[in-house]
């Protein structure tokens, strides 16, 4: 006996099946020969035959006898009769067992009959199931219900168990009944299947025709376009541009996502407009970075010399900056904070540096900046919402690496909106900048290789974290024959190649440049200069077209009527001293100038008058004054005590704050309790402290100019304010005697108060 274990199959007795000769030979350990009887055992699980045991045998099983081997690899086993197993040991092919009858209730015609109903029914879907084309003649040799269910065991949708009970089953006609149940279930789910896989396939070909119109809706789009380049679509020019702008991964999604909204919302849609913005901005940044390009160190300085007269130190400053970027090859270096009154150069030579560079130039004024907002955009959902100016200046400049100016960043405020200072300090951090994100934008964009440079009056409303990561470089006002080179060399051929006057038809003498210089300009910059030498040229041009001359020459008579203006009142150096009044250093955005300290007694009580639109801290240096001066002259404690004291500083209208004045109203005071008057021709700046020492102040050079002008000759400074005298220009040494203080009453004896 040779045992034939099955898992999940269906045998029954009274059929014929096939086997692999291997497979038998396997079993039985020898050659099959006809005539070998054969035990099917079904099993309740899949097993390895060795690991067989009885708990894994179904208790029915069946015989056969192997009744066909062909000269291939098969061999035929017909089945016998249903068996109940006693004893089964699968590895030795021992089995005991006893036949089982079957419970015949049903005619031979009658199973027949089932047989043919099944089989046609199964016909009609044969092409459906997957043993395909063959199936019909497959179908149509099976003999009995019984071949047919047992051919078709690993079709059935039924488990192995109530595969199992169908051979278990006595009765024929319950047995037939099981089968039929099966094998109509089985048609069924087939029959389902193929609708489901039909339906299936129909919705992908949906899907499929979708795409395939769309791109063919696309083609024609293309050779519309291609007819008509000039109304290609919104969507197509961005479609392109988005590809070409050679943004970040994070940028393209973005961007669209914000194209694929546009497509959806359709050119009447009421965000299309904001979406059309979105695009049009982030693609027209340039956002590849640009490469290096080689700095000509010659060249660069050459260039800076010939745009801007002096300003030695800077341009020093600024070479040694370019030098660093070429040997580090890098686009960016330290942040530059040019710090100098107005018109001293700082925004124009930004622009020679760009040029030295040979890269774009860009200026962003950020005076009166105070919402974050404007520095890093609005988000999107506000209404209006518009990129930053940063991003907006990189836009106008077309690279990503220009030379960018920043305007003003003494003049930020700071409002309940957010402080814009915070956000200008992420744009100019080279280790945050590389991924500066708009809000308008909402993606990043790389500002490290732009290269930054800040502009300011001053640099005392600078939030100290802005001001640490800059590099202050002073723009000193200039002197009066610097800007006489300017004025000749620069602002006067400027204006006239503006205004289309070819050079040898006006003619300014430097007598009459000079006098513009003091007379018609007040300031260390060369700004109102400037101006001055514009009506200078377009009165000059009238006269030309005019025909009233050939050339021009314009000498001090004729600069009243070319400058349509009359000179500025200075404050120049009083005619005569007078005690109570001593000339004081001011320093102003304008630069500097010199100013009146005015002291008078009144009959009164001791009261003390403060007037000129004075500051408090200057009110607090009067003070201080008073009471120095009240120690240093006890016997004259009488005159305050018996009378009023009024301070007043002249131009009321201005306002006018600061410490350093503190020595020019000691002596003022100290001046009018003694009556002895000051020299007009002398002029002092400092700090006063309560024991009389002098303190350092600032804005040294403005100051001296503003005395050279005024017509001074002798200044008091602070002693520790001399190291700044180095940068001080000889000219304005030479027509000064400086004198370095250290106590107040050094000034006091200097003048002869004391
Ligand atoms: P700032 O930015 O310091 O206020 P600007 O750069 O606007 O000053 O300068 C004002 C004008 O004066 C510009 O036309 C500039 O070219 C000119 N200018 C300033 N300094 C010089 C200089 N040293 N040489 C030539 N032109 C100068």
Redesign the pocket.
Same mark, same amino acid.
């Given at each position: 006996m040779i045992i034939v274990p099955a898992y999940d199959l269906v045998v029954l007795p009274g059929i014929h099946l096939y086997f692999k000769k291997a497979y038998y030979r396997e079993l039985a350990q020898k050659e099959p020969e006809i005539g070998d009887n054969i035990v099917f055992i079904l099993l309740k699980q899949h097993k390895e035959r060795r690991e067989i045991t009885e708990e894994d045998i179904f208790p029915v099983g069946v015989t056969g006898i192997v009744d066909e081997i062909d000269g291939e690899d098969n061999i035929g086993i017909r089945t016998i009769s249903r068996i109940t197993l006693n004893q089964v040991d699968v590895v030795e092919n021992r089995v005991q067992f006893v036949e089982r009858a079957d419970i015949e209730d049903i005619s031979e015609q009658e199973i027949d009959k089932h047989f043919k109903d099944v089989r046609n029914a199964i016909l009609k879907f044969s092409n459906q199931f997957q043993w395909g084309i063959i199936a019909r003649q497959y179908i149509l040799n099976w003999k009995s219900i019984f071949e047919m269910i047992s051919s078709l065991s690993t079709q059935l949708n039924i488990t192995s168990e109530e595969k199992y009970k169908i051979l278990e089953e006595d009765m024929i006609s319950q047995r037939v009944a099981m089968i039929e149940k099966a094998l109509y279930e089985m048609i069924e789910v087939t029959k389902i299947n193929g609708e489901a896989e039909k339906a299936l396939t129909e919705s992908h070909q949906m899907v499929y025709r979708e795409e395939a119109l769309k791109r063919q809706i696309e083609f024609l789009q293309k050779q519309l376009d291609d007819m008509h380049p000039e109304s290609v679509s919104d969507i197509r020019k961005f479609e392109q541009k988005i590809q070409s702008s050679g943004m970040n991964a994070i940028a393209k999604k973005e961007a669209e996502k914000v194209l694929n909204r546009m497509k959806q919302e359709g050119q009447n849609g009421h965000e299309y407009g904001i979406l059309y913005d979105y695009l049009d901005f982030t693609t027209s940044l340039s956002w590849e970075k640009a490469p290096f390009a080689r700095i000509n160190l010659k060249r660069a300085e050459k260039i800076l010399d010939e745009?801007?007269? /002096? @300003?030695k130190k800077p341009k020093q400053r600024i070479i040694q900056q370019i030098a660093v970027m070429a040997l580090n090859k890098k686009q960016s270096g330290s942040i530059l904070l040019f710090v %100098?009154a107005? %018109? !001293? %150069? =700082? !925004?124009?030579i930004g622009q020679s540096i760009a040029k030295a560079l040979q890269r774009p130039y860009v200026r962003v004024s950020l005076g009166g900046v105070k919402d974050e907002a404007e520095i890093r955009g609005h988000r999107r959902t506000y209404v209006g919402a518009m990129p930053g100016r940063i991003m907006e200046g990189i836009k106008r400049s077309g690279a990503s690496n220009p030379v960018m100016v920043l305007d003003e960043v003494d003049k930020l405020g700071k409002d309940y909106s957010g402080d814009p200072s915070s956000a200008l300090l992420e744009v100019l951090d080279p280790e945050q900048n590389s991924t500066f994100t708009d809000h308008y934008m909402n993606v990043p964009y790389d500002l490290s290789d732009v290269l930054f440079i800040c !502009?300011a009056n001053s640099t005392d409303t600078i939030p100290e974290p802005l001001l640490n990561r800059m590099e202050v470089i002073a723009?000193q006002g200039y002197t009066a024959s610097e800007k006489l080179q300017?004025a000749k060399k620069? @602002?006067l051929p400027k204006a006239m190649h503006s205004m289309g006057i070819i050079p040898g038809n006006l003619k300014v003498s430097d007598v009459a440049l000079r006098k513009i210089i003091s007379d018609y300009t007040m300031e260390s /910059?060369?700004?109102g200069l =400037?101006k001055r030498m514009d009506t200078l040229c377009r009165n000059a041009a009238v006269k030309l077209v005019k025909g009233e001359k050939e050339t021009i020459t314009v000498g001090i008579k004729q600069l009243k009527e070319m400058l349509d203006q009359k000179p500025i009142r200075h404050d120049n150096a009083l005619k005569e001293g007078i005690p109570g009044i001593v000339t004081g250093l001011a320093w102003t955005q304008a630069g500097g100038d010199i100013l009146f300290l005015e002291t008078m007694l009144t009959k009164g009580k001791g009261n003390i008058m403060i007037t000129g639109q004075l500051g408090d801290v200057m009110k607090e240096s009067a003070q201080v004054a008073v009471s120095l001066v009240k120690s240093m002259y006890p016997d004259k404690a009488d005159i305050f005590a018996q009378n009023d004291l009024h301070i007043h500083v002249p131009a009321g209208a201005v306002p006018k704050d600061g410490p350093s004045a503190g020595v020019t109203l000691t002596t003022a005071l100290a001046s009018l309790v003694t009556g002895k008057a000051v020299s007009p021709k002398v002029a002092m700046t400092g700090e006063v402290s309560l024991r009389g020492g002098v303190m350092p102040i600032g804005g040294l050079t403005e100051k001296l100019m503003a005395a050279v002008r005024a017509g001074i000759t002798t200044v008091f400074i602070p002693r520790d304010n001399v190291e700044d005298l180095e940068d001080v220009a000889e000219e304005v040494k030479r027509k000064l005697e400086i004198i370095p203080v250290t106590m107040v009453t050094e000034v006091l004896q200097e003048t002869g108060i004391q």
């Open positions: 745009e801007h007269y /002096g @300003l %100098g107005p %018109g !001293t %150069g =700082k !925004t124009s !502009t723009f300017i620069h @602002l /910059g060369v700004r =400037k």
